[in-house]
C-alpha cells in the first residue's frame, strides 16, 4: 500500500475472531492504524477484505459501514459542542431493510452504558476520556454492526480512565465482535482472546495472546517489551478467552497488500 509516495503496508494477512476481541498489535509505525483505516476504506487499499465471506475490499467507506462495520477511530472523533444524545443521534443509519432493518439500538447502548443515558443533554466536550470513549463506541454499536473497530482507544487517558475504558470494551464484546489496536499490553492481556502481530507493514505472528505474552523472547522481539512483568486487570475471564478461540469462524478475514 502506497500513501504519499510511501510504502506502509507490505503484505498483511489475519483474522478477527467472531465473537471477543481480537487485537491488532505492534511497534509505533509498525501499520495498525494504516491497517485500520485500510478495512474502513478511508485509505487505498490492494487485496482481499471479507466481512462474514463477503468481498468489501472495493467499497467505499460509507458502503462498509453500512455492510457492518463500526469504526471508533484513535482520537474518538467526539464533537465537542454537541451533546451527548446528540452525538449518538448522528450516528444513526437510514434503516434500508436486510442488514440495517431495526430501529437504531439505544436500548443496547443505555443498557451497556447507562451513564450516557443519564448525561444525554451534557455536552460531549465536557465528558471524561473515559466517558467520551464510551461515546464513540456507543455510536458504533447504535448500528447493530457485526463488528467493532477500536484505535488505540487508551491512548493518552490516566490509568482509572483506563479502566474505565477497559470494562466499556469488555460490555461492549458481549454484544459485538472487536478489533483492537492497542499498546497498553495490561489490557490486550486482559480482553483478547487472540492477537496479529504487525512489524515493518507485515505481519509477523498471529495466535493467543496470552501465549505470546507469556513468551518473554518473542513478546521483546515482536513488541519491543518483556511480558512477565506485573500488568494491571489481572488474566482474561475464561468468558472473554473461550468467545475469541482462533477456532471460532472469523468475522473479518484481511489480506492488504501493496
Not at 463488528?147 to 475504558?165: N, Q, R
Not at 507493514?201 to 506485573?230: F, K, Q
Request: glycine fraction near 12%; hydrophobic fraction near 45%.
Amino acid at each position: 500500500m502506497v500513501i504519499d509516495g510511501l510504502h506502509i503496508l507490505h503484505g498483511v494477512d489475519f483474522d478477527v475472531a467472531s465473537a471477543g476481541v481480537t487485537a491488532l498489535l505492534g511497534r509505533n509505525g509498525a501499520g495498525k492504524t494504516t491497517t485500520v483505516k485500510a478495512v474502513m476504506g478511508l485509505v487505498p487499499r490492494t487485496g482481499s477484505i471479507r466481512l462474514s465471506g463477503a468481498e468489501i475490499s472495493s467499497l467505499s467507506t460509507h458502503l462498509v459501514v453500512r455492510h457492518g462495520i463500526g469504526y471508533a477511530p484513535e482520537d474518538r472523533g467526539i464533537f465537542a459542542g454537541l451533546t451527548v444524545a446528540e452525538n449518538l443521534r448522528l450516528a444513526e443509519r437510514e434503516v434500508r431493510g436486510g442488514a440495517e432493518a431495526g430501529e437504531p439500538n439505544y436500548a443496547l447502548v443505555h443498557e451497556l452504558f447507562p451513564e450516557l443515558k443519564a448525561r444525554a443533554g451534557q455536552l460531549a466536550g465536557t465528558l471524561s476520556g473515559g466517558q467520551q470513549q464510551m461515546v464513540a463506541i456507543g455510536r458504533t454499536l447504535l448500528n447493530r454492526n457485526r463488528l467493532i473497530i477500536a484505535d488505540e482507544p487508551t491512548k493518552g487517558l490516566a490509568p482509572k480512565i483506563v479502566s474505565e475504558v477497559a470494562e466499556v470494551l469488555a460490555r461492549a464484546a458481549e454484544a459485538v465482535p472487536v478489533l483492537l489496536v492497542e499498546q497498553n499490553l495490561a489490557l490486550v492481556r486482559r480482553l483478547a482472546g487472540t492477537c496479529a502481530v504487525l512489524a515493518d507493514g507485515r505481519t509477523a505472528h498471529r495466535g493467543d495472546t496470552a501465549e505470546l505474552l507469556a513468551d518473554e523472547e518473542a513478546a521483546r522481539r515482536l513488541l519491543g517489551v518483556g511480558s512477565r512483568h506485573p500488568l494491571a486487570g489481572g488474566p482474561r475471564s475464561s468468558s472473554t478467552s473461550s468467545a475469541a478461540s482462533p477456532a471460532a469462524t472469523p468475522v473479518v478475514t484481511t489480506e492488504v497488500r501493496p
